[in-house]
């Protein structure tokens, strides 16, 4: 599968095939606009775009006057939309993979040492937290969109008009993660997120077979 097309960065892509004929669809970015398309139908895994990277059908998410996230937002839900039509490309799992997608694609953008994710949720009963440890700052910047995408709260501010203009609470809280060039706190509707160099590693990784590089930050304070 390719990385780009037509210039445009792929952040997610499936094929498959279907009764002798492979059919496609892709999702991608280019300078903060979103893409989700039909791959041309084939004969193989390979033959989804042209020799010029063109594809057979897209919708372009460019517009101004709302922020990347809802962009990217409108372009996942395209994208699931179409997988359902192209050949055996949806399944149970796909709208997660997606959206797990764009998180480590945003992660990736901005290069940082070693930091942890949080959120915070204030309930009734006391104080709703999620927590990672240390990782690469990639990873835990993509922890941080998960948790951002995970919350009931940020999801409805989705669905607040306003909110999806640039400049907005929303525009900000996902501009701050997205790139973020150190330790970060913000805020979406009263729920808390953060970037932080504070924070324990975690040696059960090497356990698990993934052992990290580790990277910490001068400022980090923390156990182990």
């Not at 952040?11 to 059919?23: F, N, S």
């Not at 640039?166 to 701050?176: R, T």
């Amino acid at each position: 599968m390719r990385p780009t097309a037509q210039g445009w960065t792929l952040v997610h892509q499936k094929r498959a095939e279907w009764r002798g004929t492979y059919d496609g669809v892709f999702l991608g970015e280019h300078d903060g606009e979103w893409i989700a398309g039909l791959m041309h139908q084939g004969k193989s895994m390979h033959d989804g775009f042209g020799e010029d990277g063109e594809w057979r059908y897209a919708n372009c998410y460019d517009s101004p006057s709302e922020h990347e996230a809802n962009r990217a937002l409108r372009a996942v839900r395209e994208y699931i939309r179409l997988s359902k039509l192209a050949a055996d490309c949806w399944n149970g799992i796909f709208d997660q993979r997606a959206g797990e997608a764009v998180d480590r694609h945003w992660a990736n953008r901005v290069p940082l040492g070693d930091m942890s994710a949080s959120w915070v949720h204030p309930g009734q009963t006391g104080d709703v937290r999620g927590s990672h440890y240390m990782l690469p700052a990639a990873e835990s910047k993509y922890e941080l969109l998960q948790y951002m995408r995970h919350s009931h709260t940020v999801s409805e501010a989705f669905r607040d008009v306003p909110q999806i203009r640039p400049g907005s609470e929303l525009a900000k809280a996902y501009d701050a993660a997205i790139g973020a060039v150190g330790p970060v706190r913000l805020s979406v509707a009263g729920d808390h997120f953060s970037l932080s160099y504070s924070g324990n590693y975690n040696d059960a990784d090497e356990h698990w077979g993934r052992s990290w590089h580790r990277k910490p930050h001068p400022d980090r304070n923390a156990g182990n």
